[in-house]
């Protein structure tokens, strides 16, 4: 079965200070990683995803992330924050084999003004 | 841009009562989802809908629930008969082999029982 682990529960980063949100997953065939984002009281909006190719990828509003297989990581990462990315990250890793996404439990961010 | 639209989104119902929360997925999707999220919990994944037939469900998934596809656009779910442990917001999502894999959300239906 498949798993996500978000280690931390939030994150304060000052604004314009580097953000990185910590992602381990765990699958047993390839895995399909994603990014989504819940501003309060509204859904969830896809940020990134890896599939395959790149270890990097780029998303929306700034935000990228790494792929890492040895590690097992899918860190999400953006250069510069803003206050307006204060939300909750959710982390969400699918075996290539299914369509069930499994989601870690969200790191609530904080970016200080 | 082409998204998923739920409605209600917000519902409040007795405990006991049927609930039916609906969708539109996006137009050319296939593949058809419901997650929920208890408050100040995870996303969980309910069940998964192809080809007019549930592809897959998780434990949460009991016979008081059931999924439906009755036209070519709307895709419901349905709660028989509510308990107080079903308050949770309600996510439907859909996704088309075409659009790279990535799982489209709507904003979600709030569900309240009292």
């Known amino acids: 079965a498949q798993s996500v682990a978000q280690p931390e529960d939030q994150v304060n980063v000052a604004e314009g200070n580097p953000l990185t949100v910590k992602c381990t997953y765990s699958?047993?065939?390839?895995?399909?990683l994603f990014w989504y984002v819940q501003y309060p009281n509204r859904g969830l909006q896809f940020l990134l995803k890896?599939?395959?190719?790149?270890?990097l990828v780029k998303g929306s509003y700034g935000f990228e992330a790494e792929f890492n297989k040895s590690q097992t990581s899918f860190h999400l990462k953006k250069p510069s924050a803003l206050v307006s990315d204060s939300a909750l990250y959710f982390c969400?890793?699918?075996?290539?084999?299914?369509?069930?996404?499994?989601f870690g439990k969200g790191n609530q961010v904080v970016v200080i003004p | 841009e082409p998204e998923v639209t739920q409605t209600p989104s917000h519902q409040v119902t007795q405990m006991g009562q049927e609930v039916i929360l609906r969708c539109v997925p996006i137009?050319?999707?296939?593949?058809f989802y419901w997650y929920r999220q208890i408050l100040g919990q995870k996303v969980e994944f309910l069940v998964s809908?192809?080809?007019?037939?549930?592809?897959?469900k998780s434990e949460i998934f009991d016979d008081q629930f059931s999924v439906e596809r009755p036209d070519g656009s709307n895709f419901t779910l349905k709660i028989r008969s509510t308990k107080l442990e079903d308050s949770a917001m309600y996510f439907c999502?859909?996704?088309?082999?075409?659009?790279?894999?990535?799982?489209?959300f709507g904003e979600g239906s709030w569900l309240t029982v009292v």
């Open positions: 969400a890793v699918r075996d290539g084999g299914n369509n069930r996404l499994a």
């Open positions: 699958v047993s065939g390839n895995p399909y």
């Open positions: 890896y599939i395959t190719g790149d270890n």
């Open positions: 137009s050319n999707h296939l593949y």
């Open positions: 809908f192809y080809n007019n037939e549930i592809s897959e």
């Open positions: 999502a859909s996704n088309s082999p075409y659009s790279g894999n990535t799982i489209y």
